[in-house]
Protein backbone atom coordinates (compact mmCIF):
# COMPACT_ATOMS: atom_id res chain seq x y z
CA UNK A 1 0.00 0.00 0.00
CA UNK A 2 2.83 2.08 0.93
CA UNK A 3 4.23 1.51 -2.46
CA UNK A 4 1.50 2.41 -4.18
CA UNK A 5 1.20 5.14 -2.33
CA UNK A 6 4.28 6.77 -3.23
CA UNK A 7 4.18 6.05 -7.00
CA UNK A 8 0.32 7.75 -7.18
CA UNK A 9 2.23 10.78 -5.14
CA UNK A 10 4.79 11.04 -7.71
CA UNK A 11 2.60 10.83 -10.40
CA UNK A 12 0.69 13.77 -8.71
CA UNK A 13 3.99 15.53 -8.25
CA UNK A 14 5.12 14.88 -12.03
CA UNK A 15 1.94 15.74 -13.39
CA UNK A 16 1.75 19.15 -11.72
CA UNK A 17 5.01 19.62 -12.51
CA UNK A 18 3.81 19.23 -16.05
CA UNK A 19 1.38 21.42 -15.67
CA UNK A 20 3.17 24.20 -14.08
CA UNK A 21 5.83 24.21 -16.70
CA UNK A 22 3.06 24.09 -20.17
CA UNK A 23 1.52 27.28 -17.93
CA UNK A 24 4.97 29.25 -17.52
CA UNK A 25 5.32 28.33 -21.51
CA UNK A 26 2.13 29.92 -22.35
CA UNK A 27 2.34 33.05 -20.09
CA UNK A 28 6.03 33.92 -19.33
CA UNK A 29 6.10 36.94 -21.23
CA UNK A 30 9.10 39.27 -20.04
CA UNK A 31 7.98 43.20 -19.80
CA UNK A 32 10.19 45.47 -22.17
CA UNK A 33 13.09 47.11 -19.86
CA UNK A 34 11.41 50.16 -19.50
CA UNK A 35 8.21 48.88 -18.87
CA UNK A 36 10.09 46.42 -16.18
CA UNK A 37 11.70 49.86 -14.63
CA UNK A 38 8.66 51.68 -14.12
CA UNK A 39 6.84 48.75 -12.98
CA UNK A 40 9.67 47.85 -10.42
CA UNK A 41 10.14 51.78 -9.05
CA UNK A 42 5.91 51.51 -8.54
CA UNK A 43 6.55 47.93 -6.22
CA UNK A 44 9.47 49.99 -4.37
CA UNK A 45 6.80 53.13 -3.66
CA UNK A 46 4.25 50.69 -2.10
CA UNK A 47 6.03 48.86 -0.39
CA UNK A 48 7.67 52.02 1.70
CA UNK A 49 3.87 53.06 2.15
CA UNK A 50 3.00 49.71 3.98
CA UNK A 51 3.08 50.15 7.53
CA UNK A 52 6.23 49.08 9.82
CA UNK A 53 4.94 46.19 11.02
CA UNK A 54 3.34 45.17 7.84
CA UNK A 55 6.10 45.50 6.42
CA UNK A 56 7.72 43.26 9.07
CA UNK A 57 5.71 40.67 8.34
CA UNK A 58 6.00 41.19 3.99
CA UNK A 59 10.37 41.08 5.05
CA UNK A 60 10.27 38.36 7.33
CA UNK A 61 8.15 36.32 4.86
CA UNK A 62 10.05 37.36 1.20
CA UNK A 63 13.75 38.48 2.52
CA UNK A 64 14.30 36.17 5.58
CA UNK A 65 12.20 33.37 3.76
CA UNK A 66 10.44 32.45 7.33
CA UNK A 67 7.82 30.14 7.55
CA UNK A 68 4.12 31.24 9.09
CA UNK A 69 5.42 30.23 12.28
CA UNK A 70 8.44 31.42 12.72
CA UNK A 71 7.09 34.85 11.44
CA UNK A 72 4.35 34.53 14.33
CA UNK A 73 7.20 34.20 16.92
CA UNK A 74 9.34 36.94 15.83
CA UNK A 75 6.26 39.39 15.72
CA UNK A 76 3.83 37.57 18.47
CA UNK A 77 1.06 36.61 15.91
CA UNK A 78 -0.67 33.50 15.47
CA UNK A 79 -0.30 31.35 12.51
CA UNK A 80 -4.07 32.38 10.95
CA UNK A 81 -3.20 35.79 12.00
CA UNK A 82 0.14 35.81 9.76
CA UNK A 83 -1.83 34.30 6.92
CA UNK A 84 -4.21 36.56 6.90
CA UNK A 85 -2.07 39.80 7.04
CA UNK A 86 0.03 38.41 4.32
CA UNK A 87 -2.89 37.76 2.00
CA UNK A 88 -4.40 41.02 3.17
CA UNK A 89 -0.92 43.27 2.32
CA UNK A 90 0.08 41.45 -0.88
CA UNK A 91 -3.26 42.12 -2.57
CA UNK A 92 -3.19 46.15 -0.97
CA UNK A 93 0.59 46.40 -2.46
CA UNK A 94 -0.69 44.58 -6.07
CA UNK A 95 -3.60 46.89 -6.24
CA UNK A 96 -1.50 50.47 -5.04
CA UNK A 97 1.03 49.31 -8.39
CA UNK A 98 -1.66 48.80 -10.71
CA UNK A 99 -3.48 51.97 -9.70
CA UNK A 100 -0.06 53.80 -10.02
CA UNK A 101 0.78 52.54 -12.88
CA UNK A 102 -2.43 53.48 -14.59
CA UNK A 103 -2.10 56.87 -12.93
CA UNK A 104 1.20 57.11 -14.80
CA UNK A 105 -0.42 56.05 -18.24
CA UNK B 1 -12.19 29.16 -9.44
CA UNK B 2 -15.60 30.06 -8.23
CA UNK B 3 -14.35 31.43 -4.89
CA UNK B 4 -11.29 33.63 -6.00
CA UNK B 5 -9.74 33.65 -2.47
CA UNK B 6 -9.88 29.88 -2.28
CA UNK B 7 -7.86 29.31 -5.22
CA UNK B 8 -5.26 32.25 -4.06
CA UNK B 9 -5.28 29.99 -1.00
CA UNK B 10 -4.45 27.02 -2.80
CA UNK B 11 -1.40 28.78 -5.35
CA UNK B 12 0.03 30.12 -1.99
CA UNK B 13 -0.06 26.35 -0.38
CA UNK B 14 1.15 24.85 -3.50
CA UNK B 15 4.72 27.50 -3.18
CA UNK B 16 4.76 26.82 0.49
CA UNK B 17 4.63 23.15 -0.15
CA UNK B 18 1.69 22.15 1.74
CA UNK B 19 -0.42 21.08 -0.58
CA UNK B 20 -2.31 17.69 -0.32
CA UNK B 21 -2.37 14.89 -2.59
CA UNK B 22 -5.73 15.89 -3.31
CA UNK B 23 -5.22 19.73 -4.20
CA UNK B 24 -2.03 18.63 -6.39
CA UNK B 25 -4.76 16.66 -8.16
CA UNK B 26 -6.82 19.86 -8.01
CA UNK B 27 -4.69 22.26 -9.35
CA UNK B 28 -3.34 19.95 -12.11
CA UNK B 29 -7.11 19.83 -13.15
CA UNK B 30 -7.08 23.77 -12.77
CA UNK B 31 -3.92 24.40 -14.90
CA UNK B 32 -4.89 21.79 -17.63
CA UNK B 33 -8.35 22.91 -18.08
CA UNK B 34 -8.37 26.79 -17.87
CA UNK B 35 -6.24 28.96 -19.64
CA UNK B 36 -7.61 31.55 -17.51
CA UNK B 37 -6.30 29.96 -14.29
CA UNK B 38 -3.18 29.45 -16.53
CA UNK B 39 -2.50 33.10 -16.59
CA UNK B 40 -3.08 33.99 -13.26
CA UNK B 41 -1.08 31.24 -11.67
CA UNK B 42 1.96 32.74 -13.44
CA UNK B 43 0.90 36.21 -12.72
CA UNK B 44 0.52 34.97 -8.62
CA UNK B 45 4.02 33.35 -8.91
CA UNK B 46 5.46 36.56 -10.77
CA UNK B 47 4.25 39.10 -7.95
CA UNK B 48 5.43 37.05 -5.08
CA UNK B 49 8.84 36.83 -7.15
CA UNK B 50 8.42 40.25 -7.51
CA UNK B 51 7.90 40.98 -3.88
CA UNK B 52 10.50 38.46 -3.01
CA UNK B 53 13.10 40.92 -5.30
CA UNK B 54 12.42 44.03 -4.34
CA UNK B 55 12.35 43.28 -0.52
CA UNK B 56 15.40 41.71 -0.26
CA UNK B 57 17.32 44.44 -1.69
CA UNK B 58 15.14 46.85 0.19
CA UNK B 59 16.68 44.80 3.35
CA UNK B 60 20.08 45.58 2.43
CA UNK B 61 19.60 49.14 3.39
CA UNK B 62 21.16 49.33 6.43
CA UNK B 63 24.56 49.30 6.75
CA UNK B 64 26.14 45.68 5.77
CA UNK B 65 28.97 46.15 8.36
CA UNK B 66 26.36 47.03 11.19
CA UNK B 67 24.18 43.83 9.83
CA UNK B 68 27.35 41.79 10.06
CA UNK B 69 28.10 42.83 13.82
CA UNK B 70 24.48 42.62 14.59
CA UNK B 71 23.58 39.43 13.18
CA UNK B 72 26.92 37.21 13.55
CA UNK B 73 25.45 35.12 16.74
CA UNK B 74 21.75 34.53 14.84
CA UNK B 75 22.36 33.87 11.37
CA UNK B 76 23.05 30.28 11.50
CA UNK B 77 20.40 29.48 13.40
CA UNK B 78 18.17 31.87 11.76
CA UNK B 79 19.70 30.01 7.96
CA UNK B 80 19.28 26.67 8.83
CA UNK B 81 15.25 27.13 10.00
CA UNK B 82 14.73 28.42 6.78
CA UNK B 83 12.22 26.78 4.64
CA UNK B 84 12.78 26.11 0.23
CA UNK B 85 9.81 26.96 -1.03
CA UNK B 86 10.72 30.55 -2.16
CA UNK B 87 14.28 28.88 -3.72
CA UNK B 88 12.06 26.47 -5.27
CA UNK B 89 9.35 29.03 -6.49
CA UNK B 90 12.18 31.74 -7.49
CA UNK B 91 13.69 28.62 -9.79
CA UNK B 92 9.93 28.00 -11.37
CA UNK B 93 9.58 31.97 -11.79
CA UNK B 94 12.86 32.49 -12.84
CA UNK B 95 12.02 34.60 -16.12
CA UNK B 96 11.04 37.18 -14.35
CA UNK B 97 14.03 36.98 -12.09
CA UNK B 98 16.93 36.82 -15.14
CA UNK B 99 14.27 39.86 -16.65
CA UNK B 100 15.55 41.61 -13.64
CA UNK B 101 19.65 40.95 -14.28
CA UNK B 102 22.02 42.18 -16.38
CA UNK B 103 25.13 41.12 -18.44
CA UNK B 104 25.09 37.48 -18.68
CA UNK B 105 22.09 37.39 -21.09
CA UNK B 106 23.90 40.28 -22.95
CA UNK B 107 27.26 38.76 -22.68
CA UNK B 108 25.73 35.33 -24.09
CA UNK B 109 23.28 36.73 -26.96
CA UNK B 110 26.38 38.88 -28.67
CA UNK B 111 28.87 36.65 -28.26
CA UNK B 112 28.70 35.45 -31.00
CA UNK B 113 29.86 38.28 -32.51
CA UNK B 114 32.59 38.63 -30.22
CA UNK B 115 31.23 41.40 -28.62
CA UNK B 116 31.42 42.44 -24.80
CA UNK B 117 30.73 45.73 -24.33
CA UNK B 118 31.43 47.00 -21.00
CA UNK B 119 31.94 50.79 -21.77
CA UNK B 120 28.01 50.73 -22.30
CA UNK B 121 27.07 51.45 -18.59
CA UNK B 122 24.36 53.84 -17.76
CA UNK B 123 24.95 54.01 -14.03
CA UNK B 124 27.61 53.70 -11.80
CA UNK B 125 28.65 52.92 -8.07
CA UNK B 126 28.57 56.29 -6.44
CA UNK B 127 32.46 56.76 -4.96
CA UNK B 128 32.55 56.20 -1.47
CA UNK B 129 34.19 58.91 0.78
CA UNK B 130 35.90 56.07 2.66
CA UNK B 131 37.02 53.87 0.20
CA UNK B 132 38.11 50.07 1.32
CA UNK B 133 38.44 48.16 -1.99
CA UNK B 134 38.48 48.56 -5.60
CA UNK B 135 36.87 46.46 -8.32
CA UNK B 136 39.92 44.82 -10.28
CA UNK B 137 37.53 42.22 -12.04
CA UNK B 138 33.75 40.85 -12.79
CA UNK B 139 31.76 39.21 -15.65
CA UNK B 140 28.00 37.73 -15.78
CA UNK B 141 25.41 39.10 -14.05
CA UNK B 142 25.98 40.64 -10.72
CA UNK B 143 23.71 43.28 -8.38
CA UNK B 144 25.93 45.44 -5.88
CA UNK B 145 24.19 46.78 -2.92
CA UNK B 146 26.20 49.38 -1.17
CA UNK B 147 25.88 49.81 2.87
CA UNK B 148 24.27 52.91 2.44
CA UNK B 149 21.51 50.90 0.46
CA UNK B 150 22.40 52.13 -3.26
CA UNK B 151 21.37 49.34 -5.77
CA UNK B 152 23.47 49.23 -8.42
CA UNK B 153 23.25 46.45 -11.28
CA UNK B 154 26.07 47.76 -13.70
CA UNK B 155 28.79 47.88 -11.60
CA UNK B 156 32.45 48.10 -13.18
CA UNK B 157 36.23 47.28 -12.87
CA UNK B 158 38.11 50.28 -10.97
CA UNK B 159 35.32 51.72 -9.38
CA UNK B 160 35.72 52.50 -5.33
CA UNK B 161 33.80 50.87 -2.39
CA UNK B 162 33.09 51.39 1.09
CA UNK B 163 31.74 48.20 1.64
CA UNK B 164 28.29 46.54 0.66
CA UNK B 165 26.89 43.11 -0.55
CA UNK B 166 28.20 41.85 -4.11
CA UNK B 167 25.49 38.95 -5.56
CA UNK B 168 26.26 36.92 -8.44
CA UNK B 169 23.42 35.99 -10.31
CA UNK B 170 24.04 33.54 -12.69
CA UNK B 171 26.18 29.97 -12.96
CA UNK B 172 29.13 32.04 -14.99
CA UNK B 173 29.12 35.33 -12.69
CA UNK B 174 32.34 36.39 -11.47
CA UNK B 175 33.85 39.00 -9.36
CA UNK B 176 37.19 40.17 -7.85
CA UNK B 177 37.68 42.58 -5.40
CA UNK B 178 41.12 44.49 -4.21
CA UNK B 179 41.10 45.74 -0.73
CA UNK B 180 43.57 48.70 0.43
CA UNK B 181 45.99 46.73 1.80
CA UNK B 182 47.03 44.43 -1.79
CA UNK B 183 44.53 41.25 -0.64
CA UNK B 184 42.13 39.92 -3.09
CA UNK B 185 39.03 38.60 -2.43
CA UNK B 186 36.67 36.49 -5.55
CA UNK B 187 33.31 35.01 -5.82
CA UNK B 188 32.03 33.05 -8.57
CA UNK B 189 28.97 31.20 -9.88
CA UNK B 190 25.82 32.12 -7.92
CA UNK B 191 27.20 33.65 -5.08
CA UNK B 192 26.75 36.18 -1.95
CA UNK B 193 28.83 37.90 -0.47
CA UNK B 194 29.33 41.13 1.97
CA UNK B 195 31.70 43.02 3.28
CA UNK B 196 33.45 45.87 4.98
CA UNK B 197 36.74 46.87 6.45
CA UNK B 198 36.30 48.67 9.53
CA UNK B 199 39.80 48.37 11.10
CA UNK B 200 39.46 44.60 10.70
CA UNK B 201 38.07 42.94 7.42
CA UNK B 202 34.95 41.22 7.51
CA UNK B 203 33.12 39.42 4.88
CA UNK B 204 30.25 37.03 4.94
CA UNK B 205 29.41 34.50 2.20
CA UNK B 206 26.08 33.49 2.57
CA UNK B 207 26.50 31.05 -0.19
CA UNK B 208 28.90 29.91 -3.26
CA UNK B 209 32.59 29.97 -4.00
CA UNK B 210 35.21 32.31 -2.86
CA UNK B 211 38.86 32.55 -2.62
CA UNK B 212 41.01 35.17 -1.53
CA UNK B 213 44.95 35.84 -1.63
CA UNK B 214 45.53 37.72 1.76
CA UNK B 215 48.66 39.96 2.67
CA UNK B 216 49.67 39.54 6.49
CA UNK B 217 47.24 40.92 8.20
CA UNK B 218 47.52 43.32 11.82
CA UNK B 219 48.19 42.03 14.93
CA UNK B 220 44.95 40.66 16.64
CA UNK B 221 42.71 41.90 13.23
CA UNK B 222 42.49 38.48 11.27
CA UNK B 223 40.46 38.81 8.38
CA UNK B 224 37.23 37.14 9.51
CA UNK B 225 34.83 35.33 6.82
CA UNK B 226 31.51 34.21 8.48
CA UNK B 227 29.74 31.13 6.74
CA UNK B 228 26.16 29.74 7.39
CA UNK B 229 28.51 26.93 9.66
CA UNK B 230 31.69 28.62 9.99
CA UNK B 231 33.68 31.22 10.97
CA UNK B 232 37.35 31.31 9.37
CA UNK B 233 40.14 33.71 11.08
CA UNK B 234 42.82 34.27 8.59
CA UNK B 235 46.25 35.90 9.30
CA UNK B 236 47.72 35.69 5.59
CA UNK B 237 47.27 33.48 2.85
CA UNK B 238 45.77 31.76 0.06
CA UNK B 239 42.68 29.74 0.25
CA UNK B 240 39.24 28.58 -1.34
CA UNK B 241 35.70 28.69 0.37
CA UNK B 242 32.72 26.63 -1.11
CA UNK B 243 29.60 27.42 1.23
CA UNK B 244 26.15 26.64 1.72
CA UNK B 245 23.83 26.70 3.86
CA UNK B 246 24.47 22.92 5.30
CA UNK B 247 28.19 22.86 4.78
CA UNK B 248 31.47 24.58 4.65
CA UNK B 249 34.62 23.28 2.76
CA UNK B 250 37.95 25.27 2.97
CA UNK B 251 40.93 24.43 0.91
CA UNK B 252 44.19 26.08 1.91
CA UNK B 253 46.93 26.45 -0.59
CA UNK B 254 49.52 28.60 1.44
CA UNK B 255 49.33 29.42 5.16
CA UNK B 256 47.44 28.81 7.78
CA UNK B 257 43.91 29.60 8.19
CA UNK B 258 41.60 28.69 11.74
CA UNK B 259 38.01 27.01 11.41
CA UNK B 260 35.49 27.56 14.15
CA UNK B 261 32.48 25.36 13.64
CA UNK B 262 29.52 27.41 14.90
CA UNK B 263 27.19 24.21 16.01
CA UNK B 264 29.69 23.09 18.52
CA UNK B 265 32.51 25.98 18.94
CA UNK B 266 35.37 23.24 17.86
CA UNK B 267 38.23 24.95 16.37
CA UNK B 268 40.77 23.69 14.02
CA UNK B 269 44.26 25.06 12.51
CA UNK B 270 44.37 24.05 8.23
CA UNK B 271 47.80 24.20 6.83
CA UNK B 272 48.98 24.41 3.44
CA UNK B 273 48.00 21.91 0.82
CA UNK B 274 44.99 20.56 3.44
CA UNK B 275 41.73 21.00 3.52
CA UNK B 276 38.32 20.55 5.77
CA UNK B 277 35.06 19.93 5.42
CA UNK B 278 32.43 21.84 8.16
CA UNK B 279 29.01 19.65 8.39
CA UNK B 280 26.53 19.45 11.25
CA UNK B 281 27.63 17.00 12.99
CA UNK B 282 30.12 14.83 11.86
CA UNK B 283 34.44 15.38 12.28
CA UNK B 284 36.14 18.25 11.46
CA UNK B 285 39.40 16.68 10.62
CA UNK B 286 41.88 17.62 8.48
CA UNK B 287 41.95 16.02 5.35
CA UNK B 288 44.97 16.09 2.73
CA UNK B 289 44.68 18.09 -0.35
CA UNK B 290 43.30 15.33 -3.06
CA UNK B 291 45.57 14.95 -5.98
CA UNK B 292 43.27 16.07 -9.03
CA UNK B 293 41.50 13.60 -11.44
CA UNK B 294 40.96 14.47 -15.11
CA UNK B 295 37.63 12.43 -15.42
CA UNK B 296 34.24 14.41 -14.12
CA UNK B 297 30.61 13.72 -14.66
CA UNK B 298 27.62 15.53 -13.88
CA UNK B 299 25.69 13.65 -10.50
CA UNK B 300 21.58 15.01 -11.81
CA UNK B 301 20.47 11.95 -10.05
CA UNK B 302 21.37 13.20 -6.26
CA UNK B 303 21.86 16.78 -6.38
CA UNK B 304 20.26 19.71 -8.70
CA UNK B 305 22.42 21.59 -10.74
CA UNK B 306 23.27 25.31 -10.00
CA UNK B 307 20.92 27.13 -13.15
CA UNK B 308 17.76 26.06 -14.12
CA UNK B 309 14.72 24.18 -12.73
CA UNK B 310 15.97 20.44 -11.81
CA UNK B 311 14.03 17.72 -12.53
CA UNK B 312 14.53 14.45 -10.51
CA UNK B 313 14.64 11.05 -11.86
CA UNK B 314 11.55 9.21 -12.55
CA UNK B 315 10.68 5.80 -13.31
CA UNK B 316 10.80 6.98 -16.91
CA UNK B 317 13.22 9.48 -17.42
CA UNK B 318 16.90 9.91 -16.10
CA UNK B 319 17.33 12.87 -13.93
CA UNK B 320 17.76 15.81 -15.71
CA UNK B 321 18.57 19.81 -15.52
CA UNK B 322 15.98 22.13 -17.53
CA UNK B 323 17.16 25.28 -18.70
CA UNK B 324 14.93 28.43 -17.92
CA UNK B 325 14.69 31.43 -19.36
CA UNK B 326 16.69 34.08 -19.39
CA UNK B 327 15.88 38.13 -20.61
CA UNK B 328 18.80 40.35 -20.99
CA UNK B 329 18.24 43.74 -19.80
CA UNK B 330 19.89 45.47 -22.34
CA UNK B 331 17.80 43.36 -24.89
CA UNK B 332 14.95 42.60 -23.45
CA UNK B 333 13.57 40.79 -27.18
CA UNK B 334 15.46 38.05 -26.70
CA UNK B 335 15.49 35.20 -24.38
CA UNK B 336 17.73 32.27 -24.07
CA UNK B 337 17.38 28.90 -22.56
CA UNK B 338 19.88 28.24 -20.01
CA UNK B 339 21.10 25.98 -17.35
CA UNK B 340 23.66 25.36 -15.02
CA UNK B 341 25.67 22.69 -13.25
CA UNK B 342 28.51 23.40 -10.64
CA UNK B 343 31.69 21.44 -10.49
CA UNK B 344 31.34 20.67 -6.46
CA UNK B 345 34.66 20.51 -4.79
CA UNK B 346 33.27 19.35 -1.73
CA UNK B 347 32.70 16.24 -2.70
CA UNK B 348 35.49 15.11 -4.79
CA UNK B 349 38.90 16.17 -5.88
CA UNK B 350 39.78 18.74 -8.03
CA UNK B 351 39.09 17.95 -11.94
CA UNK B 352 41.58 19.23 -13.66
CA UNK B 353 40.72 19.68 -17.49
CA UNK B 354 43.47 18.38 -20.43
CA UNK B 355 44.11 19.82 -23.67
CA UNK B 356 43.02 16.48 -24.91
CA UNK B 357 39.88 15.85 -23.32
CA UNK B 358 36.21 16.33 -24.32
CA UNK B 359 33.33 17.21 -22.82
CA UNK B 360 30.11 15.26 -23.90
CA UNK B 361 26.60 16.29 -23.14
CA UNK B 362 23.33 14.58 -23.07
CA UNK B 363 19.68 15.11 -22.81
CA UNK B 364 16.65 16.37 -24.55
CA UNK B 365 15.43 18.79 -27.21
CA UNK B 366 11.69 19.48 -27.54
CA UNK B 367 12.98 20.48 -31.12
CA UNK B 368 16.28 21.12 -33.56
CA UNK B 369 18.51 23.96 -32.02
CA UNK B 370 22.11 24.65 -31.17
CA UNK B 371 23.48 23.88 -28.26
CA UNK B 372 26.04 26.67 -26.69
CA UNK B 373 28.26 25.18 -24.49
CA UNK B 374 30.43 27.02 -21.88
CA UNK B 375 32.87 26.56 -18.46
CA UNK B 376 34.51 28.00 -15.73
CA UNK B 377 37.98 27.29 -14.47
CA UNK B 378 40.64 28.63 -11.88
CA UNK B 379 44.22 27.54 -11.40
CA UNK B 380 45.01 25.57 -8.50
CA UNK B 381 44.95 28.19 -6.03
CA UNK B 382 41.14 28.64 -6.52
CA UNK B 383 42.21 31.77 -8.57
CA UNK B 384 39.23 32.45 -11.10
CA UNK B 385 41.18 31.99 -14.48
CA UNK B 386 38.48 32.51 -17.09
CA UNK B 387 35.47 31.13 -18.86
CA UNK B 388 35.58 29.67 -22.05
CA UNK B 389 33.09 28.46 -25.15
CA UNK B 390 33.15 25.63 -26.56
CA UNK B 391 31.20 26.88 -29.51
CA UNK B 392 32.10 29.50 -30.60
CA UNK B 393 35.43 28.68 -32.65
CA UNK B 394 34.09 25.84 -34.26
CA UNK B 395 30.85 26.89 -35.79
CA UNK B 396 28.47 24.74 -34.03
CA UNK B 397 26.45 22.51 -35.70
CA UNK B 398 22.06 22.38 -34.82
CA UNK B 399 21.69 19.19 -32.56
CA UNK B 400 18.55 17.07 -33.97
CA UNK B 401 16.63 14.97 -30.71
CA UNK B 402 16.13 11.41 -32.15
CA UNK B 403 12.72 9.95 -31.99
CA UNK B 404 12.70 9.98 -28.43
CA UNK B 405 13.97 13.42 -27.92
CA UNK B 406 17.35 12.91 -26.93
CA UNK B 407 20.80 14.48 -28.13
CA UNK B 408 24.22 14.07 -27.43
CA UNK B 409 26.92 16.78 -28.34
CA UNK B 410 30.82 16.44 -27.97
CA UNK B 411 32.63 19.73 -27.44
CA UNK B 412 36.82 19.25 -27.43
CA UNK B 413 39.15 21.28 -25.30
CA UNK B 414 41.26 22.13 -28.46
CA UNK B 415 38.00 24.17 -29.59
CA UNK B 416 36.77 26.23 -26.35
CA UNK B 417 37.71 29.88 -26.92
CA UNK B 418 38.41 32.66 -24.07
CA UNK B 419 34.32 33.86 -23.63
CA UNK B 420 33.80 37.25 -25.27
CA UNK B 421 32.26 38.71 -21.96
CA UNK B 422 35.91 38.27 -20.36
CA UNK B 423 37.77 39.40 -23.44
CA UNK B 424 38.11 42.83 -21.98
CA UNK B 425 40.78 41.57 -19.38
CA UNK B 426 42.34 38.69 -21.59
CA UNK B 427 45.80 39.46 -20.45
CA UNK B 428 45.09 38.63 -16.70
CA UNK B 429 43.07 35.18 -17.63
CA UNK B 430 44.26 31.82 -19.03
CA UNK B 431 44.33 32.07 -23.02
CA UNK B 432 43.32 28.17 -23.46
CA UNK B 433 41.31 26.37 -20.00
CA UNK B 434 44.14 23.41 -20.43
CA UNK B 435 45.77 22.19 -17.43
CA UNK B 436 43.02 24.46 -14.98
CA UNK B 437 40.65 23.23 -12.22
CA UNK B 438 36.84 22.70 -13.54
CA UNK B 439 33.92 24.47 -11.81
CA UNK B 440 31.16 24.90 -13.53
CA UNK B 441 29.33 24.24 -17.03
CA UNK B 442 26.67 25.95 -18.56
CA UNK B 443 24.59 25.10 -21.58
CA UNK B 444 22.06 27.50 -23.79
CA UNK B 445 19.70 27.51 -26.58
CA UNK B 446 19.04 30.56 -28.49
CA UNK B 447 16.23 29.64 -30.47
CA UNK B 448 13.51 32.47 -30.02
CA UNK B 449 11.09 30.44 -28.14
CA UNK B 450 11.25 27.42 -25.63
CA UNK B 451 13.97 24.62 -27.01
CA UNK B 452 12.63 22.18 -24.36
CA UNK B 453 16.68 21.96 -23.32
CA UNK B 454 16.81 19.43 -20.98
CA UNK B 455 20.90 17.74 -19.89
CA UNK B 456 20.71 14.46 -18.65
CA UNK B 457 24.26 14.44 -18.11
CA UNK B 458 27.85 16.51 -18.68
CA UNK B 459 30.86 14.23 -18.83
CA UNK B 460 34.66 15.18 -19.18
CA UNK B 461 36.69 12.51 -21.28
CA UNK B 462 39.82 12.21 -20.69
CA UNK B 463 42.01 10.20 -23.59
CA UNK B 464 42.82 7.52 -21.19
CA UNK B 465 39.89 6.66 -20.36
CA UNK B 466 38.56 6.16 -23.63
CA UNK B 467 41.17 3.92 -24.26
CA UNK B 468 40.48 1.98 -20.89
CA UNK B 469 36.86 2.03 -22.01
CA UNK B 470 37.72 0.47 -25.27
CA UNK B 471 36.39 3.21 -27.23
Not at chain 1, 41 to 54: D, I, K, S, Y
Not at chain 2, 349 to 357: E, G, I, L, N
Not at chain 2, 409 to 430: H, M, N, Q, S
Request: glycine fraction near 8%; include cysteine; hydrophobic fraction near 35%.
Amino acid sequence: VKQRHQRERSLAERLLDDAIDAAFDEFQMARQHDEAESWREALRRCLERVPERGQGVLRARFADELSYQQIGERLGMTIEAVRKALFRLKKQVRSCVETSLRTAQ
Amino acid sequence: MNDKNDWEELIDRHLRGELKESEKERLTELLDTNAAARQEFVEHVRWDTEFAEALRESSHSPSDADILAAERAETDAKSASKPTFLRLMLGAAAVVIVALSAGLIYQLAYSEGGIADTNNLTTQPRVSDVSIARITGLSGSLIWTGDRGQIVRDVKVGTELAGGTIEGMAPDSWFELQFNDGSTVMISGTSMLTFADLGQKEMRLREGIFSANVVPQPNGKPMLIHTPSTLLEVLGTQFDVEANQASTMLNVTEGKVRVRRLSDGREVDVPAKHRVIAEGGGDLTLQPAPESVNHWKSQLHLQPGCYGKWLPATQQRAAAQKAIPLVPRENPSVTLYLLGISVSRSDGPPVVVRPDSQFVVRGRLGKPAKVHFGIAVSDANGEFAGKFRGDLDHQQPISKPDEDGQFEVVYRIGDFTLDPCVRDRKEDLAVKPNDLVLNGVWAFTHTGSPSGLEVSEVELISPEREVHEGK
